[in-house]
């Protein structure tokens, strides 16, 4: 059984979202100083990142909470929302190896793939960001494809557009129910990469650095 393709999760596992939250907050609070300068500017990033639960709660809700929360007056949720949208992208920190990841997997001929939760030009503005896009043969963003992970039709949408298997394909993701569980319910290979969020994750591979990612996939296919 000959790997023929890898698909990944965004969020966690190539984008260093916590990384990428606390650079975005810092920047926030500079930028609108002018009327977030008179609370400490410790306590506004601390609060935001607590609210934002790592991403599982969308930024309406997060920022309705800090207005109220903070008594702001002299700017709206909706402002401070339409700042994150139009602004997160510019503090995207990919993790560690990325790029030399993806061009050994292009050299070893793979297929590339991604399925990510999320909102569509929000999650694309981010993979444009980190100049990643060009490697994929798809993405697949689950606002736009009217699904979220877990769910088995996503994977098997994206395997369709590469035009491979299930047992031809490894999936790549740092949530142990929507990305590992995900694709092995549908017959793929689950890599976790390793989050401390949780512990005892049953995989087919775990992975700290994404550079290890190759070697796995070799693994799994084996030799003449």
């Given at each position: 059984m000959m790997m023929k393709a890898a698909l990944f999760d965004l969020?966690?596992?190539?984008?260093?979202?916590?990384?990428?939250v606390e650079l975005f907050i810092k920047q926030q609070y500079e930028r609108l100083k002018g009327v977030l300068g008179f609370i400490p500017k410790e306590q506004y990033i601390a609060r935001f990142i607590?609210?934002?639960?790592?991403?599982?709660?969308?930024?309406?809700?997060?920022?309705?909470?800090?207005?109220?929360?903070f008594h702001l007056v002299h700017i709206t949720w909706e402002e401070l929302?339409?700042?994150?949208?139009?602004?997160?992208?510019?503090?995207?920190?990919?993790?560690?190896?990325?790029?030399?990841?993806?061009?050994?997997?292009?050299?070893?001929?793979?297929?590339?793939?991604?399925?990510?939760?999320?909102?569509?030009?929000?999650?694309?503005?981010n993979i444009k960001a980190l100049a990643i896009e060009h490697y994929f043969d798809v993405i697949?963003?689950?606002?736009?494809?009217g699904m979220k992970k877990p769910d088995p039709q996503l994977f098997l949408n994206a395997i369709e557009k590469l035009n491979v298997l299930p047992h031809?394909?490894?999936?790549?993701?740092?949530?142990?129910?929507n990305d590992v569980k995900g694709a092995q319910?549908?017959?793929?290979?689950?890599?976790?990469?390793?989050?401390?969020?949780?512990?005892?994750?049953?995989?087919?591979?775990?992975?700290?650095?994404l550079l290890e990612i190759p070697i796995f996939i070799d693994s799994f296919s084996p030799s003449c």
């Amino acid at each position: 059984m000959m790997m023929k393709a890898a698909l990944f999760d965004l969020d966690g596992t190539l984008l260093n979202r916590d990384a990428s939250v606390e650079l975005f907050i810092k920047q926030q609070y500079e930028r609108l100083k002018g009327v977030l300068g008179f609370i400490p500017k410790e306590q506004y990033i601390a609060r935001f990142i607590q609210l934002d639960k790592r991403g599982y709660v969308w930024k309406d809700h997060v920022y309705q909470q800090l207005v109220e929360e903070f008594h702001l007056v002299h700017i709206t949720w909706e402002e401070l929302l339409q700042d994150y949208l139009n602004e997160f992208k510019y503090s995207c920190v990919p993790f560690p190896n990325l790029i030399p990841m993806l061009e050994q997997l292009k050299r070893d001929q793979l297929a590339l793939g991604m399925i990510t939760n999320g909102y569509g030009h929000f999650q694309m503005d981010n993979i444009k960001a980190l100049a990643i896009e060009h490697y994929f043969d798809v993405i697949l963003v689950s606002e736009w494809a009217g699904m979220k992970k877990p769910d088995p039709q996503l994977f098997l949408n994206a395997i369709e557009k590469l035009n491979v298997l299930p047992h031809e394909c490894v999936f790549i993701g740092d949530h142990p129910v929507n990305d590992v569980k995900g694709a092995q319910h549908v017959g793929m290979k689950g890599i976790w990469k390793k989050d401390k969020q949780w512990q005892h994750v049953q995989a087919d591979a775990i992975v700290e650095d994404l550079l290890e990612i190759p070697i796995f996939i070799d693994s799994f296919s084996p030799s003449c």
